[in-house]
């Protein structure tokens, strides 16, 4: 089975800066890591889970609204990884962050219910 561990998360300060990672394993025989849609997905406490960031197989990158200039996201296919640069931080940054990913194709890149394979999480909490 896939799996997805996140790593990097913590306590920082508005207007900080945190990296999380996520690194994937357990892909079929023959199926290829850059051929994953991968996502970053968060859950602030009360709240549903949002997408955040997702990055397409051809490295194209899609940010929900708010985190459009504040967040980036990119993949590492040789190490079968993704990670997300979030930058100026906020205190409503707090969360869960999750990572996700599916096989192309993904008709909506950042619809939570297009991800199938899901890592438990990392939280980031901003104060």
């Known amino acids: 089975d896939v799996q997805l561990v996140e790593s990097g998360g913590g306590l920082v300060q508005p207007g900080g800066s945190v990296r999380l990672s996520c690194a994937a394993s357990?892909?079929?025989?023959?199926?290829?890591?850059?051929?994953?849609?991968l996502s970053w997905v968060r859950q602030a406490p009360g709240k549903e889970r949002e997408g955040v960031a997702v990055?397409?197989?051809?490295?194209?990158?899609r940010y929900a609204d708010s985190e459009k200039g504040r967040f980036t996201i990119s993949r590492d296919d040789a190490r079968q990884t993704v990670s997300l640069q979030m930058n100026s931080l906020r205190v409503e940054d707090t969360a869960m962050y999750y990572c996700?990913?599916?096989?192309?194709?993904?008709?909506?890149?950042?619809?939570?219910?297009?991800?199938?394979?899901w890592g438990r999480g990392t939280q980031v909490t901003v104060s």
């Open positions: 996700a990913t599916e096989p192309s194709p993904v008709p909506q890149p950042l619809a939570l219910h297009e991800y199938r394979h």
């Open positions: 357990g892909f079929p025989p023959g199926v290829r890591f850059r051929n994953y849609h």
């Open positions: 990055v397409s197989p051809d490295g194209s990158a």
